[in-house]
């Protein structure tokens, strides 16, 4: 009888230690993320959590498989040296790259960034399936974005730079210049928040996949990428996604 007792005491303690091992909580996960409204916006009070479509879409994918993630910000390049470091577990979000995959993970894709030529409601350009069909007209860019990269290299159009895309609506609103090219949620936001209520048309050149873009550095950081895309399913599933995205519209 004393051999079965200890075997019962034994074999409760494991399954104590099995069930506390099971309850302990999952790491938290950091991330480095560089400003880029509607999709990631820095909070500058402490009391108010960043926000964004990529934060809110991230956090409560996380959230469905019980993790906690932080967010923080800096300048692009700088989130990219510091997550090919392991400094931080992921990017906050990144357009695919097969020479990445050496020093990312990526998840399941996160969202389309779609970018396309605003004009104004009266321009004499009613159809616009390329930057072939603007030659020889005036298109305004953000410096920095690589649309404008694209402008630039085009020759036969007059590419005019922006610092942001507010001043790139002022340009067309005032008929600085024929178009401008950007990208499409990035714009519509801006007018939002502005209440601008000007008529433009949207033409649409491209929509690209993006993903977060995971650390291999970390031991542990395929579960985490697996928790990712697993609360992702569920949160696309459930409708919450879509809602994330709405809010910013």
């Not at 800096?74 to 906050?92: H, I």
């Not at 990312?104 to 004499?124: K, N, P």
């Amino acid at each position: 009888m004393k051999v079965f007792g200890k075997l019962g005491l034994l074999f409760s303690l494991a399954l104590f230690g099995h069930a506390a091992m099971a309850e302990e909580p999952k790491r938290a996960v950091n991330m480095a993320c560089a400003m880029f409204p509607p999709y990631k916006i820095e909070s500058r009070k402490p009391e108010v959590p960043h926000s964004g479509i990529d934060l809110d879409v991230v956090r409560e994918a996380f959230a469905v498989t019980g993790r906690e993630v932080s967010f923080s910000f800096f300048p692009w390049k700088r989130t990219v040296k510091m997550t090919e470091r392991g400094e931080a577990d992921a990017l906050c979000g990144c357009a695919y790259r097969p020479e990445r995959e050496e020093m990312f993970i990526y998840s399941d894709m996160l969202g389309l960034h779609s970018q396309g030529v605003f004009v104004s409601a009266g321009s004499s350009l009613k159809t616009v399936d390329s930057l072939d069909d603007l030659k020889g007209h005036s298109i305004a860019a953000v410096r920095g974005y690589a649309v404008h990269s694209e402008l630039k290299a085009y020759g036969d159009i007059r590419a005019v730079e922006a610092n942001d895309d507010d001043q790139l609506l002022r340009l067309l609103s005032a008929n600085r210049v024929d178009a401008i090219y950007s990208y499409r949620d990035i714009v519509l936001y801006r007018m939002a928040m502005g209440s601008d209520s000007r008529k433009i048309r949207y033409f649409e050149f491209s929509s690209q996949p993006y993903y977060l873009c995971f650390s291999r550095k970390q031991s542990d950081i395929q579960s985490i990428v697996d928790d990712f895309n697993r609360g992702l399913r569920v949160i696309r599933f459930n409708g919450r996604y879509q809602d994330i995205w709405q809010s910013y519209r």
